[in-house]
């Protein structure tokens, strides 16, 4: 077995944010000392109120040849971004 | 610059004749300023440079925390002592994020660092330099932290996305390095004659090493073209040399210390000062290993890996039994 530690990726939610941002990776042995190393390293200036990690071998990502079937036929369904209805004037702010 | 001689692979640059389809797309997206990022497609060599230059840049953070920790436990006041702390472990963190994102093209620190022990990877010229009083410590903050933010700057829009936001996170911190640097100096070269002197003394010998850190001048530095067409390096060694020497002289100036160089002038018609070229041959005899602290710096950083291993396998071990005592127990 090799003896590297493993890699976590690191998410934070800042003073006022409403959800944890991922800001970053490092290695630690263990998710505690993971959470230790992340506070010292990228919270040190106020950045954060709350930590995630996560080792980086439980991330599945997408692959970036699936951008188009992915993320593409939203743009042709108008009716996902209804930007276009006629608010009659009476009925005031919608 | 804590990347230096970074060599693409490659010498010359494709035209888009000879580029297949995937090359094609690759340079496109460069050109159009979409940032790449780890799971996209690259040339071999690009991903190569870019792990040469991260990683050497990562080596050149950590590195660079021993000539400054040389005087932790000798800073004069307690205030300084404590800023002094505060930027190592900056540094640090820099090494970490820039580690991480090297990371991101396939290889791992632990074989970086080894890389770096075995002496197949380098780091940045400057730290081979002795830190010899405490004047020094203010330079280094000033001059090689100052020179380190114009090389970063213009890193923040390099093409790999990974490497450009560590760029963005790093130079906020930087920035506080080099006033702190600068402020240390200050108050030296404001104080007693024998202060003053310290600061004079220390500028006139880190001036030239903080000019080498942009590496050599552009005629010489036959890779970057390729570096520079792939966007790896937004500006030249050159201009980002003459933009440091053009913000530092003022500050200079101002401290009322003399200039570290007889022909520093400024140049009306070029709108920049005129300087002195550093000794080249200096340069590329210190980033062959003969600079005068090289050996005792390698020295102390294989050390402390060989002599932490038995820490670094116990927590492991323990993280380990940790986890399968959870699995027993669910």
């Keep these: 077995m090799k003896n590297e530690w493993p890699l976590w990726e690191v998410f934070i939610r800042g003073q006022h944010g409403l959800n944890h941002r991922h800001v970053g990776s490092l290695h630690a042995p263990d998710a505690e000392m993971a959470i230790k190393n992340a506070r010292d390293v990228y919270t040190r200036r106020n950045e954060g109120v709350s930590i995630w990690v996560v080792e980086a071998r439980h991330i599945a990502a997408s692959a970036p040849g699936d951008k188009g079937p992915l993320f593409d036929p939203s743009e042709s369904k108008i009716y996902r971004h209804p930007t276009f209805y006629d608010i009659p004037e009476e009925v005031g702010h919608m | ?330």
């Design chain 2, 1 to 330: 610059m804590y990347a230096q001689m970074i060599k693409t692979a490659r010498s010359g640059v494709k035209s888009r004749e000879e580029m297949s389809e995937q090359e094609r797309e690759f340079q496109d997206k460069v050109d159009n300023n979409i940032k790449i990022e780890p799971q996209d497609w690259m040339p071999d060599d690009y991903r190569a440079t870019l792990i040469r230059q991260m990683g050497q840049h990562a080596h050149s953070e950590v590195v660079g925390q021993l000539p400054e920790g040389n005087w932790i436990t000798r800073a004069p006041t307690l205030e300084r002592k404590a800023i002094l702390l505060a930027k190592v472990q900056d540094e640090a963190g820099h090494g970490l994020y820039l580690y991480s994102a090297a990371e991101t093209l396939g290889e791992t620190r632990d074989e970086l660092v080894n890389l770096l022990h075995e002496g197949k990877m380098k780091y940045s010229s400057i730290f081979n330099y002795p830190t010899l009083n405490w004047a020094d410590i203010g330079a280094v903050g000033w001059l090689v932290d100052g020179a380190a933010i114009v090389n970063q700057v213009a890193l923040q829009r390099t093409s790999y996305g990974p490497y450009s936001r560590a760029m963005i996170r790093i130079c906020k911190e930087e920035s506080f390095h080099a006033r702190q640097g600068y402020d240390a100096i200050r108050v030296l070269a404001q104080g007693s004659p024998e202060q003053k002197k310290m600061a004079q003394d220390a500028l006139n010998r880190l001036w030239f090493p903080a000019l080498m850190m942009f590496g050599p001048s552009d005629s010489e530095s036959v890779h970057s073209e390729q570096s520079m067409a792939w966007k790896i390096k937004v500006k030249s060694n050159d201009e980002l040399r003459q933009q440091f020497v053009d913000q530092t002289i003022p500050q200079i100036e101002y401290l009322g210390l003399d200039l570290p160089d007889p022909n520093i002038k400024w140049n009306e018609e070029r709108g920049h000062y005129d300087f002195s070229e550093p000794n080249w041959p200096e340069f590329f005899d210190v980033i062959k290993g003969n600079g005068p602290c090289n050996v005792d710096r390698m020295e102390k950083r294989v050390a402390a890996w060989e002599d932490g291993t038995w820490v670094r396998d116990g927590l492991l071990a323990h993280a380990r039994k940790k986890a399968a005592q959870k699995i027993a127990a669910e």
